[in-house]
DNA sequence: AGCACGCCGACT
DNA sequence: GTCGGCGTGCTC
């Protein structure tokens, strides 16, 4: 192809550092021709992408003598004077990526909360006097043309070679319909694509395999790619390729097929938005990102109906509420504010809101699920009217659309209080004095794919950039957050009665232990009688109750009577849950599943006994224990539907932690903890003070009344439940804890980090394992800074072995040294979990 | 992520 | 020689 000579640019800009999101690190290209100036850090624009346009984030200024040949930047979707992020924000996480040895693309894809899908309208020409009649017949002239008249492969050549002028201009997000296109209406261009193609008649040379390979592609027609081949043809990617140099398969321009996700969008009708349609599809089968849905619009297989919509509507915020009640909190960097209940620690947050909001500052506040985001919204929404500004959501419940939307009201300082998940983190928050992280403690905050960011830790160094403060506010606060300032309402009124499985009361007569095995069965097992006989009393007096079991499912595993064999799963190193609705086996690390095995494989015994209750088991209990009361389920395989009991209803629902994420039942009279030990069991050293929180958030479930809360255990005497009993404020067991991790040097005395070694062989896992302790202790890692290597607590996990180191450094800075000894490459696949939750 | 490439061991 | 599995590198 013929090469063009650009008129020489003096001096060359500086290149611009990008992120798509992908997990890749940050890329850098050239700004968009003829455009100089500042780099225009937290802007998004379009830049060149694997031969389509993607939308990227700049964050920086690129290598300025960088040996790679960089693309230019095409288009620059945002103002300068508004970015989509603010810089500092930029910086922060960029900081927090690198610290965490994470690729930038990576973070940012989980934390932009909006702005990967833009809409544009999209022209080109080719510039003047150039002819791309070499390009071929279907290849821009000196016309504005739609750029969907064209293969996106084809632009991008043209675009190399510096020939293209383009236009962008962007289209409002429309609320109207996505609908597909007639056939016959969509542009030529996007039904041609490069494909492999068999030749007519296959060359002598080919090996057996590589003529099974050519055999294949030419009775199924060409394919998309060499691995799409491969796989169909069922041989490796060697062969293939060896087909193609043999000159038994080229690359070709064809008509397309239309692509599956057309083909859904045709057969279902018109869906609301892009993300309904992405949504759709995949949930049939067939897989479809927004991105690529936003790609298919792009190109002419379908049409956003464009309407001058209004933009799509927010939830309603609260009732504007003036408070005269006096700001007592501390004016610290970052401070605490735990105990009580959900509305007075709102009532005790909302002077220093409403404060900073009438100084006209941003506020952000942060919820790690959605029951304690829809309390936060009622709670002080209401706020910002009464500051004369505006309060705006930003989560996963809300569209593509409302995100974006709500985006630009943050943008343009039109609304200044943000309550949203952890995707509002980056919001164009201009000027933010305060940043409030509710239930800090919250393992829902800790991402559990991809980047596994834990959110606070990012949320403290956004609030650091910004000069803003950061607040935890809480149930009960985590023991990182106890060395802070703070203060800690009164706790809320609490009646507990504790089962103590291990010390049954009564029987005196039996002497103090003499050789008496109590078995829990003598107290009622799985619902002790002291539970029963409170839930016939619920059931008498016509009010409601909640059973908390430890586990969904039946029972947590089957056991073979004669010869104590567990059924296992085949990917993974742990038990199998029984199910009984569905008479099946489930991993719950995996969702491996399987039907019963009709006798056990190792003895043939035709008898399963099942241990540790589920919610399955524990309802099945209560409706044989209290006969007639309604029975209730909540957890992830069965939400019934909750309504009677919200209309006041007599009844019993019987869920795991999930049911804490709907509302109290309004005639609450009883809560059960069926088994409290399993919070315990967990081999993590914040177990304990889960444990704590979770039975304050029970304690404080309901928004007036104070539940009889009733509590199975082994361990009576467990400080986090003693503290409970005796009425202790919310700090009292965090506190003791706090000393507890000083003793032992872990957070908040240390930073850690979990390092995976994992692979399919184990040896192979083993040995980079060790290879990585020996490397840290090479760069000079102290012994007390590094344990391990251990195998991780489940040995084999979806068909890989896992090996763990776990880093213990004095701060972040000291972290980040000993990590960045982890830049190489290993002969295992090594990941980095920085503050690490579960599972240690 | 998704793709192509290349090394290596197994097999003929 | 042939084949396939698996690890590695690349996307600007």
Redesign the pocket.
Known sequence: MRRVTLPPASPPPAPWRVVVP????A???VPPHGRGGAVPVGCRVL????GELAVALVVGEGDPH?A?R??EAVHVLDDEEEPWVPPATVEAVCTWARDARLPAGLVWGDLLGAGWTARYDHRVRAVPGADLSAFGRRAPTGEWASARDFSPALLDAVREQGLLEEDFRPTSRTRGLVRARPLDAVPAAARTTTVLQADPEAPGTL????RQAWAWLAEQGPQ?????WARGA??????V??VVSAGGAEHVEVEAAPPAAWTWLSEHGPVESLSAWANGATADGVPLSPTGAGSLVARGWADAVQEAAPPPPLPEPGAPWLTHDPDRLPEAAAWRLHGGRSLSRFRTLAPRISRLLAQGRGVLVLAPDHATLRRAWEGLSGLAETAGTRAVPISGALSDGQREHAWNLIRSEEARLVIGSYLALTASLPDPALIVVLEEASDAYKLAAGSHAFIPDVAARVAQAHDAALALVGSAPAAESVPLPGAVLPPPRARVHVVDYANPPEQPELGPLSGVHLTPGDLGYPVSHDLARLLRQVQERGRQAALLAPRRGYSALLRCPTCEHTPQCRNCDVALRFHQETRQLTCHQCGYRESVPDRCDVCGEQMWKARGPGTEWIAQTVEKLAPGLPVYRYDRDRQDDLAPLHAGESGVVVGTQLLLSQDAPPNLALIGVTLADTWLNLSDFRASERYHRLLRQLAEWHPERAPLLVVQTFQADHPALKVLVEGRDALAYPAAEERVRAALGYPPHARLAQVEVA???PV?AKVAAQEVFDALHGAGAHAHEVLGPAPSPVARLRGVYPYHLLLRARDDARLSQLLATLDR???ARVRVDVNPRGGL
């Open positions: 992908l997990p890749v690190p890329l850098d290209y830049v060149p992408w694997r960088g790679h960089l693309r090996t057996p395999k590589g998309p790619t060499l691995s799409a069922g041989v490796g990617t060697g062969v390729s060896g692979a399919r062989d192979r490459s290993w002969k």
